[in-house]
C-alpha cells in the first residue's frame, strides 16, 4: 500500500482528498501542523505528498524545496492559482505535476496511479541502484541513505552528494572547489559559510554511525576521507 501525505490547510479538501484516496487503496496522512512539515515528513517516509501553494507561515513552493532536499518522491501540486507562472513556479521548485482547483477526483486519482507507477510501479527505470562502498562503508545515493554494517542513517541531497564526493576521490583530497560545482550550479551565489555548515553536517552523520574523525580538513584546499572505520574493526 503506497502512502500519501496530504498538506493542505482548507479542511474541507484535505478531508476530501484524504477519502478519495483511502477509498481507492491507498494511506493517507494529512499535516496539520503547517511550520513543522519536515518532521511529519520524515517521520511518515510517503511515497507521495500533495502539496497546497498557498499554506500558513511558508508556502508549498518552500515545502517542496525542503522535501527536494530529502527525497524523490513525487510531489503534485494541488493549487487554487490557475496561472501560468504559479505551474512554472511549482516546476521549478521540485514538483511533478500541477491540479487546478476545483478538481475532479477522479482526474487526482489518475495523476496519482500514474506518478506512482512511474516512480514505483511497471514504467519505472530499470536501472540497477547505485552504491558506493568503501571499506564496508556503503552510500545508496537514490535513497539518500548511508550504511556501515546493521546501522543506516538518512541524508539530505547535500549530504549525500559531498559523501559521494569524497568516496569517489578517496584517497585524494576533493577541493572546495570541486565540492561547490557539485553542489551548486553557481558558485558565485554562494556564501562560503555555507559549505561549511553542510560539511558540519556530514561530520555529525558520521558520528551517527560510530565513526569519529572520518573527514579530514585539508587547510586550503579542501577536505578527504579519512577511513577510520575499518583500523577499528580491524583492531
Not at 26 to 38: L, P, S, T, W
Not at 59 to 86: H, K, N, T
Not at 91 to 120: C, M, Q, W
Not at 123 to 151: N, Q
Request: proline letters at 3%; one cysteine or more; charged letters at 30%.
Amino acid at each position: 500500500m503506497h502512502k500519501i501525505m496530504i498538506v493542505e490547510d482548507d479542511p474541507k479538501i484535505a478531508e476530501l482528498l484524504l477519502s478519495t484516496i483511502t477509498k481507492y487503496g491507498y494511506e493517507g496522512i494529512r499535516v496539520n501542523d503547517f511550520q513543522h512539515v519536515m518532521e511529519e515528513f520524515h517521520q511518515a517516509k510517503p511515497d507521495m505528498v500533495l502539496l497546497d501553494v498557498n499554506l500558513p507561515s511558508y508556502d508549498g513552493y518552500y515545502w517542496c524545496r525542503q522535501i527536494r532536499s530529502a527525497s524523490i518522491c513525487p510531489v503534485l501540486f494541488i493549487s487554487a492559482r490557475d496561472g501560468e507562472m504559479d505551474q512554472i513556479m511549482a516546476l521549478e521548485n521540485g514538483g511533478d505535476d500541477y491540479i487546478t482547483k476545483p478538481f475532479h477526483s477522479g482526474i487526482v486519482l489518475a495523476k496519482i496511479h500514474s506518478h506512482l507507477r512511474r516512480a514505483y510501479g511497471e514504467y519505472a527505470s530499470r536501472y540497477e541502484e547505485r552504491v558506493l562502498e568503501i571499506e564496508g562503508l556503503m552510500l545508496y545515493p537514490e535513497r539518500l541513505e548511508l550504511k556501515l554494517e546493521a546501522a543506516i542513517i538518512a541524508l539530505t541531497k547535500k549530504e549525500s552528494d559531498i559523501v559521494e564526493s569524497l568516496i569517489e576521490r578517496y584517497p585524494r583530497v576533493a577541493s572546495r572547489e570541486a565540492l561547490l560545482e557539485k553542489l551548486w550550479d553557481d558558485q558565485a551565489y554562494v556564501d562560503e559559510n555555507t559549505l561549511n555548515v553542510n560539511i558540519t553536517r556530514v561530520r555529525r552523520k558520521f558520528q551517527e554511525l560510530g565513526i569519529e574523525d572520518a573527514l579530514l580538513t585539508v587547510r586550503g584546499t579542501g577536505y578527504r576521507l579519512n577511513v577510520t572505520w575499518m583500523k577499528e574493526s580491524d583492531k
